[in-house]
């Protein structure tokens, strides 16, 4: 066998680990339900109809070249203003670049900063790729604790403990996947404020993607926050805008300082080899800053009441209790019946392969988000209808009560 790049073959991506096993079961006819893929088209929504007529209208007329690497001013300028309105946030064309998804604009992030055994702090538990792509780029990823009493909130002084003399940025997702968490303003201003003191050596890179799927409270941009402090900023159409398919995102840069000139510079040398973004995408994604937003209060109010239901019934399962998320649409329940004597599993892979097998439902085990901190959980969707989650919750309550039965004395 021919040799494979070492830090290729150690990438790992538990979300899509799960799928292997379950698409045997499918393949017995067994049918499956899924918690697993955050995509709210696999569910019953779908990317408004003024986004997609928009990037039709594009393919049918005369866009259908190349776009320019950092993507179509037109585009650049309606995202600034998003930002304006939204965040109350200035950014000229010029500091945004576009993408294929945050997923590029992270790969070209590290790929421009990362010197083997360069340090990032990472959310724990987090999105995989903040992790797996840092160790692609052989740098070390560096899990910060997130508190699950405190509602999964960042625990600052433990940011600062972690921080070395090769830590190169300090990575936050808010809202957050897995947990849901949406920061409160104190701690992301108190992120800011390390990140200040640290500026000669750190930048603070800060996902938003989730940022007006929220439930009680309201999400604060970082860069409407923090002032002073180098920051990198992701967006994109995925989530809030409903099109994960047509693989749209973009980076922010806000530089007053110009500490991020020469990272900017090694970003855009990449993002030129990739040639661009989809050019159709970038003119729905137009349509998408610019056209009405209705969409977005009834998304949030349809995930609330979701969120309503997962949350409460979660709590009443035996060997389970569950944080309430605020954003996204990921709840992270603790299998607290791990912690106990006698467990009928060994940790939480066990527990998500055996729910699988016997309840047929699919989650994430929390360890693939984090071995330490997100350890001893699970992550599910609640993106499905009601219906469809009650069927799920029925399974997974069924089969904790038949496992957890306690045993005749
Ligand atoms: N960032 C976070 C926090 C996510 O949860 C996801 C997808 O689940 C992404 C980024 C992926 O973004 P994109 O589709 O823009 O690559």
Not at 105 to 133: I, M, Q, R
Not at 161 to 176: D, K, S, Y
Request: net charge neutral; hydrophobic share 40%; glycine share 6%.
């Amino acid at each position: 066998m021919l040799r494979a790049a070492r830090n290729a073959l150690q990438v790992e991506y538990a979300i899509r680990d799960v799928v292997l096993p379950a698409r045997e079961l499918e393949k017995q006819g067994i049918e499956i339900l899924k918690l697993n893929i955050g995509d709210p088209c696999a569910y019953d929504f779908d990317t408004p109809q003024h986004i997609k007529d928009a990037a039709i209208e594009a393919m049918r007329g005369t866009k259908n070249g190349y776009s320019p690497s950092e993507g179509i001013l037109e585009l650049r300028e309606a995202i600034a203003a998003r930002e304006k309105r939204r965040n109350n946030v200035d950014y000229a064309p010029d500091d945004i670049t576009v993408t294929t998804g945050i997923s590029e604009s992270l790969s070209l992030l590290y790929g421009s900063v990362l010197e083997p055994g360069d340090e990032v702090l990472v959310a724990g538990p987090s999105y995989p790729p903040y992790t797996s792509l840092a160790k692609l780029h052989s740098a070390k990823p560096t899990p910060y604790n997130t508190k699950e009493a405190a509602g999964w909130q960042p625990d600052v002084d433990d940011i600062r403990r972690r921080i070395t003399p090769r830590t190169r940025m300090i990575t936050m997702i808010n809202p957050n996947n897995p947990t849901g968490a949406v920061w409160g303003r104190r701690v992301v201003e108190a992120i800011g404020g390390l990140a200040a003191e640290y500026s000669k050596q750190l930048f603070l890179v800060s996902d938003e993607i989730y940022d007006d799927m929220t439930f009680d409270v309201k999400h604060n941009a970082t860069a409407s926050l923090v002032k002073d402090v180098p920051l990198v900023t992701f967006n994109g159409l995925s989530k809030v805008y409903l099109a994960p398919g047509w693989r749209l995102g973009w980076t922010m840069w806000r530089d007053h300082n110009r500490g991020l000139e020469e990272i900017r510079k090694a970003y855009m040398n990449q993002a030129r080899l990739r040639i661009c973004a989809s050019t159709i995408a970038q003119h729905g994604a137009v349509a998408a800053m610019t056209g009405p937003q209705d969409h977005i209060p009834q998304v949030a109010q349809k995930l609330k009441r979701r969120r309503d239901l997962a949350h409460k019934r979660l709590n009443e399962m035996p060997g389970i209790s569950c944080a309430k998320p605020e954003g996204a649409f990921y709840a992270f329940p603790k299998i607290k019946a791990l912690e106990e004597p006698g467990a009928p599993w060994r940790n939480d892979k066990e527990f998500v392969l055996d729910l699988l097998k016997e309840a047929h439902v699919l989650t994430v085990h929390g360890s693939g988000f984090d071995s330490t901190f997100g350890a001893n959980h699970f992550r599910i969707v609640i993106l499905p209808p009601e219906e469809t989650l009650t069927r799920a919750f029925d399974a997974i309550e069924k089969h904790l009560k038949r496992r957890l039965k306690p045993v005749p004395a």
